[in-house]
């Protein structure tokens, strides 16, 4: 398998479940000691030689709700092929009037208000860490990302915003919607989380970029967020992702051959474990081999 390892990923979210315009070069599906991905990873090559790896987050036809997405599998998987940089694509609603539907956005915290219901770490079972994320996200992924914000095209870009995360699928009361403004949130979603959290468990670099459809309920005198107002602005949004990526593809590749992008991320796991190695249970090190190799057998 030439084309491997795969350094760059791209989630697709809502609307967004493959890459235009490049050859595909395979696809893959492999078993992880989580179970498998969402949908088979599509690998990719871009005219200037470059492999990307695709998932669609919720499966290609859009069949898994934001609570059923086999975050660790995912993530398990991106990384079995050798992901260190991850693109993720989500549809969001804007908690501020200056965040206007089709705007792009890149945030730079999360609030976490999903459940307690989604699997969101692969230290468990007899191995404990844990990881730093004070940021959840790549300050040099989202700068190559913002170097590009002239290609769109009918949407303004912005940065430096926080995103809260819902558990759903239902979206949320006004009340809620008026409350995550008081907590300082910009943007509001079902996605970034375990995934964002996952990826940092793995070392691998990610940035999530959000793409604005709705104002979501909390503007009084304007219809409350449906399915319908999403992807319609989805559809306009999607022209605009599959520019943005093609324009943002070299720069990340750049950071990643020269390893800027794992600076601080690479080795962070292993002394984030707190359990003392004659106290590691065998079956959870054996299962953490998949992602961080040698890292706790020593
Ligand atoms: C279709 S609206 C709600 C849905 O859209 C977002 O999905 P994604 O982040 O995968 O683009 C949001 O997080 C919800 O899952
Ligand atoms: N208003 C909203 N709430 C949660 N997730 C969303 N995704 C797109 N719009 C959303």
Redesign the pocket.
């Given at each position: 398998m030439s084309y491997l390892p795969v350094k760059i990923a791209v989630i697709?979210?809502?609307?967004?479940y493959n890459l235009d315009g490049l050859e595909l070069v395979a696809e893959v599906n492999p078993d992880t000691p989580w179970g498998k991905p969402s949908d088979a990873i599509t690998i990719a090559r871009t005219q200037s030689g470059l492999h990307v790896a695709f998932l669609a987050?919720?499966g290609r036809g859009h069949y898994l709700?934001?609570s059923e997405?086999p975050a660790r599998a995912n993530i398990a998987a991106l990384k079995s092929i050798g992901v260190e940089a991850i693109i993720a694509?989500?549809?969001?609603g804007s908690l501020r009037d200056e965040l206007k539907p089709r705007d792009f956005v890149l945030p730079t915290q999360v609030i976490d208000r999903t459940k307690g219901i989604r699997p969101s770490t692969f230290f468990e079972d007899g191995i404990v860490a844990h990881a730093m994320f004070a940021d959840p996200f790549s300050a040099v992924l989202e700068n190559v990302i913002w170097e590009q914000r002239h290609v769109m095209e009918g949407g303004d870009f912005h940065r430096n915003k926080t995103l809260i995360?819902m558990e759903?699928?239902q979206?949320s009361t006004r009340a809620e919607s008026h409350m995550y403004r008081s907590f300082g949130a910009d943007l509001i979603?079902?996605?970034?989380l375990p995934e964002a959290k996952l990826a940092r468990e793995a070392e691998i670099a990610y940035q999530m970029i959000c793409?604005s459809?709705d104002y979501d309920c909390w503007k009084e005198h304007e219809v409350a967020?449906t399915?319908e107002a999403?992807?319609a602005n989805?559809k306009a949004n999607s022209s605009n992702a599959q520019r943005l990526l093609a324009a943002i593809l070299p720069g990340v590749e750049k950071v990643v051959e020269n390893g800027q992008v794992l600076e601080g991320l690479k080795g962070s796991m292993r002394f984030a474990c707190m359990t003392a190695p004659e106290k590691r249970s065998k079956e959870a090190v054996q299962k953490l081999e998949f992602i961080l190799p040698g890292y706790y057998t020593a």
């Open positions: 697709g979210g809502s609307g967004l987050r919720h709700t934001p997405v694509y989500s549809a969001v995360c759903g699928p979206f979603n079902m996605s970034v793409m459809t967020v399915v999403v992807v989805l």
